[in-house]
T-cell receptor, first 114, second 108 residues
Framework: ETGVTQTPRHLVMGMTNKKSLKCEQH?????MYWYKQSAKKPLELMFV???????ENNSVPSRFSPECPNSSHLFLHLHTLQPEDSALYLC?????????????FGSGTQLSVL | DAKTTQPPSMDCAEGRAANLPCNHS???????VYWYRQIHSQGPQYIIH???NNETNEMASLIITEDRKSSTLILPHATLRDTAVYYC?????????FGTGTSLTVIP
């Protein structure tokens, strides 16, 4: 148990559906991240939130829409996805300060787009 | 961010030390070396990190060369549960970029 919880663990959706991924951290951290991991590819950093403000958006298509309502919760809203968006979506959190802080990851949501 | 180079795969006998190398020849002075591992279909797990000095914790040891251009992660007594993909990351400014890692297989 890492203190970062992601739901659901598995999700199957059609290309016309709208769904949301949820991430919750119980570690008192002030930064949260979304990563995407496609089969046999490195993790790709998608979004970074620091103190509930988005500080990084790595050219992610607009069909992925993040939301960070408070420092403990992070959502990834999905709509009109493509089959190539099928991947493991990982949430992570950390404490940003003057010291280097490590990332804590959730177990991920395995997404399949049909 | 500096890039890292790792061998794609390695084997290690159970009970022996596993030594995983990483090259980071373009690392800058304020960038740390981090190691994470990922067991199949789970999120990556932090192992250890360091700047200049060698580090040891309950999971592993990290040896960083004097010029900081390479490092080695050492698992002193590998078990079957250590089978995973190991990522070496050079981090600066709290941004973590993962490469393809080394797939370590511990053999009974």
């Amino acid at each position: 148990e890492t203190g970062v919880t992601q739901t659901p663990r598995h999700l199957v959706m059609g290309m016309t559906n709208k769904k949301s991924l949820k991430c919750e951290q119980h570690l008192g951290h002030n930064a949260m991240y979304w990563y995407k991991q496609s089969a046999k590819k490195p993790l790709e950093l998608m979004f970074v939130y620091s103190l509930e403000e988005r500080v990084e958006n790595n050219s992610v298509p607009s069909r992925f829409s993040p939301e960070c309502p408070n420092s403990s919760h992070l959502f990834l809203h999905l709509h009109t996805l493509q089959p190539e968006d099928s991947a493991l979506y990982l949430c992570a959190s950390s404490h940003l300060s003057g010291e280097r802080e490590k990332l804590f990851f959730g177990s991920g949501t395995q997404l399949s787009v049909l | 961010d500096a890039k890292t180079t790792q061998p794609p795969s390695m084997d290690c006998a159970e009970g022996r030390a596993a030594n995983l190398p990483c090259n980071h020849s373009t690392i800058s002075g304020n960038e740390y070396v981090y190691w994470y591992r990922q067991i199949h279909s789970q999120g990556p797990q932090y192992i250890i990190h360091g700047l200049k000095n060698n580090e040891t914790n309950e999971m592993a040891s990290l040896i960083i060369t004097e010029d900081r251009k390479s490092s080695t992660l050492i698992l002193p007594h590998a078990t079957l549960r250590d089978t995973a993909v190991y990522y070496c990351i050079v981090e600066g400014g709290n941004q973590f970029y993962f490469g393809t890692g080394t797939s370590l297989t511990v053999i009974p």
